[in-house]
């Protein structure tokens, strides 16, 4: 008997002194308002959210290494970048669920939140279609890092892909960001999306009467030997048309790097104007036969009139 009254008495302790302590401690805080609009802010809601806070970090982070363990390093960057949006989303459920389990009505904030949601999705509608543009951008991979592109005329070799801009390196060694928006509403030139061959030219036109056999001979002379121009697919040239001053002739070639194009249709350049002086073939400038008429009657009358 005596032992079950030390027992009671250590229960009571315990459920009276320690645990009435501690939840006295827990519920120390703010108060607001009155009745039912009573919010109270106390040291074990802000203790409740911590740890709410803690254990969604904690199965987030477990969420990404499942999802990223088999991934290619570029691949894991990108689902980092959108996850990290994701992660900003659970973390504002948490905080909402865990208000209303604490018995504080979150239906004005909901409300207000849904209000401020509606003025700042007006005012940031664009940076919310530059994050959406990249979502989509790193899940259906239309845009990879080292890809070839032109936008607004210029070109440039992707360098970076985040979830709001992308960043190219156009043939001036300048850094271009891009907003993603432009990839999912404007027209954009990838070159290297299905592969990184390119088929190229260069046009070019000779004097009328120039041997055409010739003209090919020397246009494919011109880019055999040119670096960076494959071998197979071969070039070819083509006789496009008779222009008003000259014979068009264009040679087809294909390359691995469309990136430094230019320079490779350059050398070309200079190739085919060293061969063509060699071989006695002109290009020739634009230029045009103009014939004059008089009107002789009119010549006739004003002498007539002059000698009068």
């Not at 499942?66 to 570029?74: G, L, P, S, W």
């Amino acid at each position: 008997m005596q032992e079950e009254k030390v027992t009671e008495k250590i229960a009571d302790v315990v459920k009276d002194d320690i645990w009435g302590t501690i939840q006295e401690a827990l519920n120390w805080g703010f108060h607001f308002g009155k009745d039912e609009n009573q919010i109270h802010i106390t040291v074990g809601l802000v203790l409740l959210i911590v740890v709410s806070f803690v254990i969604a970090s904690f199965l987030l982070k477990w969420i990404r290494l499942f999802f990223t363990r088999k991934m290619e390093e570029t691949d894991k960057l990108k689902f980092i970048s959108v996850f990290k949006f994701i992660k900003y989303v659970v973390y504002i459920i948490v905080v909402f669920a865990v208000l209303s389990f604490a018995g504080i009505n979150i239906t004005p904030f909901l409300a207000a939140s849904a209000a401020l949601l509606v003025g700042v999705g007006l005012a940031l509608q664009e940076l919310f279609q530059d994050v959406i543009g990249g979502i989509f951008i790193i899940i259906d991979k239309s845009l990879l890092v080292g890809d070839v592109i032109e936008v607004d005329g210029k070109v440039g070799r992707v360098i970076d892909i985040k979830l709001r801009t992308t960043r190219a390196l156009t043939r001036d060694d300048k850094i271009i960001i891009i907003p993603n928006h432009k990839f999912i509403k404007d027209t954009i030139f990838n070159y290297t999306q299905n592969h990184r061959t390119t088929r190229e030219f260069v046009r070019v036109g000779v004097a009328y009467g120039s041997d055409t056999k010739k003209v090919e001979e020397l246009l494919l002379e011109s880019v055999i030997a040119q670096k960076g121009v494959l071998k197979n697919p071969k070039p070819f040239v083509l006789f496009e048309d008779f222009g008003d001053s000259a014979l068009i002739f264009s040679i087809y070639f294909f390359i691995t790097d469309s990136f430094i194009d230019p320079r490779i249709k350059s050398e070309i350049r200079f190739r085919i104007d060293t061969l063509f002086r060699e071989n006695n073939i002109s290009i020739p400038f634009p230029q045009r036969d103009v014939h004059l008429f008089t009107n002789q009657s009119n010549t006739d009358s004003s002498v007539n009139m002059a000698e009068d």
